[in-house]
């Protein structure tokens, strides 16, 4: 298949391709893993899970008087509970008095064990005759410091307090430890790792939109599927950036200061792509650009093709072969913010080549000789699905993407010779016509017209094919009824 020069301003780039240049108006045409972390549980070794206080030593029982019931000795350090502090001592277990006697008090009862924090010790034996008296109450451990941070990110809760009773248990939970989470942005914008895990590396990420490391790169590229039109899109909306800066592309010294807007898009084999920017309410231009596998897409060096043919609000199209597996990225730019629609369509290689568009509204003279413009290509379809016959010269191919549902009047007019007009279905730039009727094949000279039903934001292509070899200057027009 043959590709033409084109001076339009839009590119698209490939992956490990070389830029191929799309370049001059015809002049013909009239219009122009997160980190481990501290883990959570880790407050301290001994004692409660995050250092948590070892809780009350209990209450050592009743006594009475009967001697000096002992100390209830001290509760055993909390061990190192992190930062809990010791746990204080059991406090005497009060003082028995001479009750005269009475056997032997008993036991003060195990204070309990502090979690990890050792055994309190036996209250002692109170002395001759009653009950021991009161153990006292157990200092408090101290309160736990923060369990330490959780993850990445996030501080772990108090470890909570031990629970108050002869036993103190485990010193409680040491509380949630915090949404774990991990790094909420880009850190570093070259170095190859997509840091917070959104999907996006370096330039790629909006957490990099200022860096100057990201000059020249476009950015946060969506990805586009074959057969795909978006609408309502902004070069000053959601997931535009404004890296590339005049004079930013390889293909063309003009100047594009205003924010651009990416798309991404990954070849297959026998693939030819086609796109169109529609919908305009001022003057934006359209760029293929191509970076090696893997690298990031650069607009001083990989601009592959482009489209800018217009300085007004009318579409611009190009169109590109692509290899498989290979990376491509669509670039609008212009000189400020501005709306647009754009549609992305795949064709089989060696069809018809619809690197031109047209509008509802205009008029546009153009020509089917071989190497008078990039969309005309040399006998590539022969068999027409709503025709008989064999068209064996070349044909023009023009993308045509209503915004409003419709009645659309195609006039093909100024013939030399038998030229033949047909309406395509957008998925494929093939012999395939829209409908039965969606062709206009009248006898030599006479003008050809059809009409047809459109929907709004779907792609059709217009073609022309010559009969018996015919290749002529022609005008081509579109009215909305």
Same mark, same amino acid.
């Given at each position: ?8 301003? /839009?590119? /698209?780039? &490939? ?22 972390? /501290? ?26 008087? !009967? ?19 010791? +746990?204080?001592? !059991?406090?005497?277990?009060? +003082? ?33 005759? %009653?009950? &021991? ?36 248990? +485990? ?67 959601? !997931? ?41 309410? $001022? ?5 293929? /650009? ?13 601009? %592959? ?6 300085? @007004? ?62 969309? $005309? ?32 009047? $195609? ?8 030229? @033949? ?17 969606? $062709? ?42």
């Amino acid at each position: 298949m043959l590709r033409y020069p084109l001076s339009v301003a /839009l590119v /698209l780039c &490939a992956a490990a391709l070389g830029c191929t240049t799309l370049v001059g108006i015809d002049g013909e045409y009239e219009d122009q893993a997160p980190d481990a972390g /501290l883990d959570a549980s880790a407050g301290g070794t001994g004692g409660a899970a995050s250092g948590g206080a070892s809780g009350n030593a209990g209450t050592a029982g009743s006594s009475g008087k !009967g001697g000096a019931s002992g100390t209830g000795g001290a509760s055993g350090s909390a061990g190192s509970s992190g930062k809990g502090g010791a +746990s204080g001592t !059991g406090g005497a277990s009060g +003082s028995a008095g001479s009750s005269g006697k009475g056997g032997t008090a008993g036991t003060a009862g195990i204070a309990g064990s502090a979690g990890s924090s050792g055994t309190a010790g036996n209250g002692g034996t109170a002395g001759n005759g %009653g009950t &021991a008296g009161n153990g006292g109450t157990a200092g408090n451990g101290g309160t736990a410091g923060n369990g330490g941070t959780a993850g990445n990110g996030g501080t772990a809760g108090n470890a909570g307090s031990a629970g108050v009773g002869a036993s103190a248990g +485990s010193s409680g939970t040491a509380g949630a430890a915090g949404a774990g989470g991990g790094p909420t942005n880009e850190s570093s914008c070259a170095d190859g790792i997509d840091e917070d895990f959104d999907g996006r590396t370096d330039c790629f990420d909006l957490d990099c939109h200022t860096n100057k490391e990201c000059d020249g790169y476009c950015s946060d590229a969506a990805t586009l599927a074959c057969d795909t039109v978006v609408t309502g899109q902004s070069t000053g909306g959601q !997931g535009s950036t404004q890296h590339i800066a005049p004079p930013a592309y390889g293909c063309t010294s003009a100047s594009y200061p205003g924010p651009e807007r990416a798309f991404k898009f990954t070849g297959a084999a026998g693939q030819n792509v086609f796109v169109e920017l529609y919908g305009l309410n $001022v003057n934006l231009s359209l760029f293929e /650009l191509n970076p090696s596998t893997g690298a990031q897409c650069s607009a001083a060096t990989t601009c %592959g093709t482009w489209s800018d043919l217009f300085t @007004d609000s009318r579409p611009e199209a190009l169109g590109f072969n692509v290899q498989a597996g290979m990376d491509y990225y669509v670039v609008v730019d212009g000189a400020a913010a501005a709306n647009f629609s754009l549609s992305l369509q795949c064709s089989t290689a060696g069809g018809c080549f619809p690197v031109r568009a047209i509008r509802a509204g205009q008029t546009i003279i153009a020509s089917s000789v071989v190497g008078s413009g990039p969309n $005309v290509t040399d006998n590539n379809l022969q068999i027409y699905t709503c025709s008989a016959g064999m068209y064996t010269g070349p044909e023009t191919a023009w993308m045509f993407t209503p915004t409003t549902s419709g009645n659309y009047r $195609v006039d093909l007019t100024g013939l030399e010779c038998d030229t @033949d007009l047909f309406i395509i279905k957008g998925d494929n730039c093939s012999g395939t016509c829209l409908g039965s009727t969606t $062709v206009g094949k009248e006898y030599g000279k006479k003008p050809e017209t059809v009409t047809f039903a459109a929907v709004a934001n779907t792609t059709y292509y217009i073609v022309t094919d010559g009969y018996q070899a015919c290749a002529t200057p022609f005008t081509l027009a579109i009215t909305q009824l």
